[in-house]
């Protein structure tokens, strides 16, 4: 008579476990960095009396009035200078910065990477070093709380980078393709527009998202050489800190607010975004 064998229960891989740890740190460590966030937003909803407790206020009746003071504090007008400066800037750096990376890249000068190192050297400059000159020189030319002074530091601010970053994803485009063209008798212009952006499309969006975010960002031009009519968002966040003391509620509606634009725009090119910044990556 034959022993009746039973099966054993199958042991869980080793990998699984050490699978499941490693997903477990992961989303500790995004919670970690994303936790600021969180708290941000959920300080806009309360009121300033709950703001700045301690302990902290945990649990509160949520409310919309901090975002209605900051509508009712001139908001619109802010974030309409901050969308001009934006995307005026960023259209100048792709239209200067397309043609100097295609320059750099298929039909590259003597000494290409001087030209490269000139280019990212400017951004090695303290910014605090030249306000003075900007002021005086904007100044002097009644460009003073003016957006259009913003536009033009901001395009220079960022064409640098664009510049590095357009060169880049020229040069992951396949020679073949723009050869082929060339014997089909197609004009500089017709193979940067019609065979060459469209390859590189996510690249074009990655340097503009990258482009609007620094500009969008930026504060201390903006605090500097603009008072009333040019005023940016950044700068309106400023005006919580007061004498009368810190408006944690108010300036935690107020930021939520003037960041959801950038959020929106970035979550909606989310895919172009990783397909430009890992072009390259993988052969």
């Known amino acids: 008579m034959t022993a009746v064998s039973t099966p054993r229960p199958a042991r869980r891989p080793r990998g699984s476990a050490r699978g499941a740890a490693l997903t477990a740190a992961t989303w500790a460590i995004a919670l970690l960095f994303v936790s600021p966030v969180l708290w941000l937003v959920l300080t806009a909803f309360k009121e300033e009396n709950q703001a700045a407790t301690d302990p902290p206020t945990l649990f509160f009746q ?40 295609y320059a750099l890249s298929v039909a590259p000068v003597k000494r ?23 002021y005086v020189a904007a100044s002097w030319l009644s460009m003073l709380d003016n957006v259009w002074t913003l536009v033009v530091l901001y395009t220079a601010m960022n064409l640098p980078i664009a510049v590095w970053m357009l060169r880049s994803f020229f040069l992951e485009v396949p020679g073949a393709i723009v050869e082929a063209a060339r014997v089909e008798g197609a004009g500089l212009p017709r193979i940067l527009w019609s065979v060459m952006l469209p390859v590189m499309a996510p690249g074009i969006a990655a340097t503009a998202l990258i482009c609007t975010i620094f500009a969008w960002n930026e504060f201390f031009f903006a605090v500097n050489l603009t008072a009333a009519q040019a005023a940016t968002v950044p700068v309106f966040l400023t005006g919580f800190i007061t004498s009368e003391g810190l408006f944690v509620a108010q300036l935690s509606a107020a930021a939520v607010m003037a960041s959801l634009p950038i959020v929106v725009v970035g979550w909606t090119a989310q895919r172009q975004l990783v397909r430009g910044l890992s072009m390259g990556a993988v052969k």
Do not use: C, E, H
Request: hydrophobic fraction near 60%; charge should be negative.
């Open 62 to 101: 949520p409310t919309l009035d901090r975002f209605t003071a900051v509508l009712g504090a001139d908001f619109l007008p802010y974030a309409g200078n901050s969308l001009i400066a934006t995307v005026a800037s960023t259209v100048l750096v792709l239209v200067l910065g397309l043609p100097a990376a």
């Open 112 to 134: 290409t990477q001087d030209v490269l190192f000139f280019f990212i050297s400017t951004k090695m400059l303290p910014v605090v070093a030249v306000v003075v000159p900007i």
